[in-house]
């Protein structure tokens, strides 16, 4: 596709349910990263996939949360029993190029907005 | 807990005046840094990348970048009302065993110019 594509755009869920969030990355980048933003802060780092791996998961807050990338495109963020402070936009990037350098390269989807209720 | 500092505003500048943003990181090794521009309810967009001390100019925009005092500042000459957005300092995240991935994101100053 042209850019990173997330969906949905919107979740509005009740507290202890299950979600997905999904990330198509633009075609052939091999980097992905999954960021959560909340109201008035700048984006937090989750985790970070090079190809089908988890290169780094220390930013997911707790075992509630985990994201896979079986085929080392579309991710999935996958979010269990939610709770009301897992309200945020939820967005993902993505880069051709590991290293550090690779984050001239990122481009991020347009987030999905998450609200547990 | 490697940190990237900015004033959250809002800054209010005059249209056709020169904004300039600020942003302190507390990695001495970081070497990657990056100005995102975001508006209200959207995503963010890069606007400037800076690898080296000095300046590096683009258009409208200048990124400044001195290490020795881990300070990184952007510059927007002609301020726009199309300028009117949050602007996010990020620098890259250093792993202990070398590489990098990810960024580490201030939490971005309001920019406002008045028409």
């Known amino acids: 596709g042209a850019g990173v594509s997330q969906t949905p755009s919107n979740k509005v869920t009740e507290k202890g349910k299950y979600v997905e969030l999904r990330c198509d990355p633009i075609s052939g980048h091999t980097a992905l990263y999954w960021y959560r933003q909340s109201l008035g802060q700048g984006p937090e780092f989750l985790i970070y996939?090079?190809?089908?791996?988890?290169?780094?998961d220390s930013g997911l807050p707790n075992d509630r949360f985990f994201a896979v990338r079986p085929e080392g495109s579309v991710s999935t963020l996958k979010i269990q029993r939610t709770e009301r402070g897992d309200s945020a936009m939820y967005l993902c990037a993505s880069s051709l190029i590991r290293g550090p350098r690779a984050n001239t390269e990122a481009f991020f989807g347009q987030g999905t907005r998450l609200t547990v209720v | 807990q490697k940190e990237v500092e900015q004033n959250s505003g809002p800054l209010s500048v005059p249209e056709g005046a020169i904004a300039s943003l600020n942003c302190t990181y507390s990695d001495r090794g970081s070497q990657s840094f990056f100005w995102y521009r975001q508006y209200s309810g959207k995503s963010p967009e890069l606007i400037m990348s800076?690898?080296?001390?000095g300046d590096k100019e683009d258009g409208r925009f200048t990124a400044q970048l001195n290490k020795a005092s881990q300070y990184v500042s952007l510059l927007i000459r002609d301020s726009q009302p199309s300028d009117s957005a949050t602007y996010l300092c990020?620098?890259?995240?250093?792993?202990?065993?070398?590489?990098?991935?990810?960024?580490?994101f201030g939490k971005g100053t309001h920019l406002i110019i008045q028409p």
């Open positions: 800076i690898y080296s001390n």
């Open positions: 996939f090079q190809g089908t791996g988890a290169a780094d």
């Open positions: 990020a620098v890259n995240r250093r792993l202990s065993g070398g590489g990098a991935d990810g960024l580490t």
